[in-house]
T-cell receptor, first 110, second 116 residues
Framework: QKEVEQNSGPLSVPEGAIASLNCTYS??????FFWYRQYSGKSPELIMS????GDKEDGRFTAQLNKASQYVSLLIRDSQPSDSATYLC??????????FGTGTRLKVLA | DTGVSQDPRHKITKRGQNVTFRCDPI?????LYWYRQTLGQGPEFLTY????????KSRLLSDRFSAERPKGSFSTLEIQRTEQGDSAMYLC??????????????FGPGTRLTVL
């Protein structure tokens, strides 16, 4: 079992819709969770961090964490074509260890 | 401070040559990481520094790879006797162990290595 799992996609949504991206992780002691956006050929860009169970909202983005289910998700409201990218889920366990999923490719159709 | 910087952005080398990459982290960040990313994969951990101390090195990393952070500021990653399998994007990231954004890791633009 991979430590951090994401559906590779592509996930296609129409412009203006809500995109829902999901991530599961295997290490129960994981403490911090992050979502990164990565455009093709570019480096990952941090868009959300979440540390506690529940929802965290930042503009059009909402991160949701459920530690009991070992599940973290990212919702993007009012999706725009510029949101088309690969979204990486990262899980932080311990002092140094960050484990990344392989990413979900999102396509927002104009 | 404009973020993490890396140099060079692109490197093409022949198999068997040595290459060195540089990373300058966000100035107040004491933690620095090197990752490698290939197409369709997430970043793969290579090594980690807290200040000038290298505290962890991936078991996947061969002896051809070495990294330093001599004064706890910039870091270098050297690959000796490069192989075609070393072709990848090499990413540097930094984070702080304190403050409101602790553990948030910020990436540099990466160095794309091509080994011919």
């Amino acid at each position: 079992q991979k430590e951090v799992e994401q559906n590779s996609g592509p996930l296609s949504v129409p412009e203006g819709a809500i995109a829902s991206l999901n991530c599961t992780y295997s290490d129960r002691v994981s403490q911090s969770f992050f979502w990164y956006r990565q455009y093709s050929g570019k480096s990952p860009e941090l868009i959300m961090s979440i540390y506690s169970n529940g929802d965290k909202e930042d503009g059009r983005f909402t991160a949701q964490l459920n530690k009991a289910s070992q599940y973290v998700s990212l919702l993007i409201r009012d999706s725009q074509p510029s949101d088309s990218a690969t979204y990486l889920c990262a899980v932080h366990s311990g002092t140094y260890k960050y484990i990344f999923g392989t990413g979900t490719r999102l396509k927002v159709l104009a | 401070d404009t973020g993490v910087s890396q140099d060079p952005r692109h490197k093409i080398t022949k198999r068997g040559q040595n290459v060195t990459f540089r990373c300058d982290p966000i100035s107040e960040h004491n933690r620095l990481y090197w990752y490698r990313q290939t197409l369709g994969q997430g970043p793969e951990f290579l090594t980690y520094f807290q200040n000038e101390a290298q505290l962890e090195k991936s078991r996947l990393l061969s002896d051809r790879f070495s990294a330093e952070r001599p004064k706890g500021s910039f870091s270098t990653l050297e690959i000796q006797r490069t192989e075609q399998g070393d072709s990848a994007m090499y990413l540097c990231a930094s984070s702080s162990s304190s403050g409101n954004s602790y553990n948030e890791q910020f990436f540099g633009p990466g160095t794309r290595l091509t080994v011919l």
